[in-house]
Antibody, heavy 120, light 110 residues
Framework: EVQLVESGGGLVKPGGSLRLSCAAS????????MSWVRQPPGKGLQWIGR??????????DYAAPVKGRFTISRDDSKNTLYLQMNSLKTEDTAVYYC???????????WGQGIRVTVSS | QSALTQPASVSGSPGQSITISCTGT?????????VSWYQQHPGKAPKLMIY???KWPSGVSNRFSGSKSGNTASLTISGLQTEDEADYYC??????????FGTGTKVTVL
C-alpha cells in the first residue's frame, strides 16, 4: 500500500525558512515523479512543483509564485521527498501535500498533509 | 497562470446526474487531453477520480465520467449518492511544465 507521510510543518515568521519532508513507502520511490501541492485555509488547491526521477535527470519544475524561493529535492536512498521553503510570506500559509505523479499528468496518491503557518 | 474556472457550487438529489464545468484557455485545457479531477472531503486529502480526461484509476466508480470540448472540461456524476458530497477540483497541465488547478466546486446532495 502506498503511504506518504509529511513532516516538518509549523509556525514560522515572515522571511523565515522551513523544510518539509515526505517519507514514502509501498512503492519504488526512485521510479516515480513526485509533486507538492498546497491548500491555503478555506481555499483551493495550488500546484507548487514537482521533481522528475533521476533516470530522466531529476530536475524540478516550479509554479511562478514559489520559483526562486522554494526548492524541491529527493533522496532516493531514503525514499524521501523534500521541500525547502525560504523567504516565506504570509500567503504561503497552507496545508502542504506531497503526491505521486500518476500517468502523464495527474496526482495519484497523496499524503495526509502538513500545516505551515507564516505569521509574525 | 490563473486558476481554471469552476462553479462555486452544484447540487442534486440522490440518483440524479450533475455536471461540473472547468473552463480554462487555449494554453491549458484547450491544448490538453490530460485534465484530471479530484474529490476532497472536508479535512481529507484529495483523491484522484479521473485522469487523462476520461480514464478511471483503479477503484473509482464509473458513475464519474470526464469529457472536454474546446477550453472547457467537464465532470459528470451519475446516480448521485450521499457520499459524493464533497469538493471537486479539476487540474490541467499548463505552459512551461506546470499545472493549474480549478477554483473548486462544492457538491451538495439534497
Amino acid at each position: 500500500e502506498v503511504q506518504l507521510v509529511e513532516s516538518g510543518g509549523g509556525l514560522v515568521k515572515p522571511g523565515g525558512s522551513l523544510r518539509l519532508s515526505c517519507a514514502a513507502s509501498g512503492f519504488t520511490f526512485s521510479d516515480v515523479w513526485m509533486s507538492w501541492v498546497r491548500q491555503p485555509p478555506g481555499k483551493g488547491l495550488q500546484w507548487i512543483g514537482r521533481i522528475k526521477t533521476k533516470f530522466v535527470g531529476g530536475t524540478p519544475d516550479y509554479a511562478a509564485p514559489v520559483k526562486g524561493r522554494f526548492t524541491i529535492s529527493r533522496d532516493d536512498s531514503k525514499n524521501t521527498l523534500y521541500l525547502q521553503m525560504n523567504s516565506l510570506k504570509t500567503e504561503d500559509t497552507a496545508v502542504y501535500y506531497c503526491a505521486t505523479d500518476f500517468g502523464e499528468s495527474s496526482f495519484g496518491s497523496w499524503g495526509q498533509g502538513i500545516r505551515v503557518t507564516v505569521s509574525s | 497562470q490563473s486558476a481554471l474556472t469552476q462553479p462555486a457550487s452544484v447540487s442534486g438529489s440522490p440518483g440524479q446526474s450533475i455536471t461540473i464545468s472547468c473552463t480554462g484557455t487555449s494554453s491549458d485545457v484547450g491544448s490538453s487531453n490530460l485534465v484530471s479531477w479530484y474529490q476532497q472531503h472536508p479535512g481529507k486529502a484529495p483523491k484522484l477520480m479521473i485522469y487523462e480526461g476520461s480514464k478511471w484509476p483503479s477503484g473509482v466508480s464509473n458513475r464519474f465520467s470526464g469529457s472536454k470540448s474546446g477550453n472547457t472540461a467537464s465532470l459528470t456524476i451519475s446516480g448521485l449518492q450521499t457520499e459524493d458530497e464533497a469538493d471537486y477540483y479539476c487540474c490541467s497541465n499548463a505552459p512551461s511544465n506546470t499545472f493549474v488547478f480549478g477554483t473548486g466546486t462544492k457538491v451538495t446532495v439534497l
